[in-house]
């Protein structure tokens, strides 16, 4: 495998700017696996997931209602957790899903799913 660059933000990162890592996770050096949301009209709780070209996954949570944007804290690589394997994404998904109320309605249809494009997108960017 070659060397890939580190992922880091952005000099502008956060807020809702191009920095945002939900918006351009391109900025970050990252790709967007999916989200998870179980937020409704004005509301939004996510599970997000972003590969870096190395295939480490990044995931993060956040909620909130209109007024603030997704993830608008985030403003450093630090603050996503990376996994160097799906199945280790799918303990902490399922986690997420029991333990916030919020997540409640997530199927674990929708977990599956994101885990096996995980899996994918890993297996793509690990033999490139």
């Given at each position: 495998m070659k060397h890939m660059k580190t992922p880091?933000?952005?000099?502008?990162?956060g807020g809702y700017?191009?920095?945002?890592?939900?918006?351009s996770p391109e900025k970050w050096?990252?790709?967007?696996?999916?989200?998870?949301?179980?937020?409704?009209?004005?509301?939004?709780?996510?599970?997000?997931?972003?590969?870096d070209a190395s295939g480490f996954l990044y995931a993060a949570e956040d909620s909130g209602c209109s007024c603030p944007y997704p993830?608008?804290?985030?403003?450093?690589?630090e603050q996503l957790t990376r996994y160097s394997n799906a199945s280790d994404l799918?303990?902490?998904?399922?986690?997420?899903?029991?333990t916030d109320y919020r997540a409640n309605g997530v199927m674990r249809g929708e977990i599956d799913a994101l885990v096996s494009?995980?899996?994918?997108?890993?297996?793509?960017a690990r033999e490139a």
């Open positions: 880091r933000a952005p000099d502008n990162a700017s191009d920095g945002n890592v939900f918006y050096g990252l790709k967007t696996v999916g989200s998870l949301n179980n937020g409704g009209g004005f509301d939004f709780d996510y599970f997000s997931v972003w590969i993830f608008e804290n985030v403003t450093t690589i799918e303990v902490a998904m399922v986690a997420w899903k029991e494009k995980a899996k994918a997108m890993q297996r793509e």
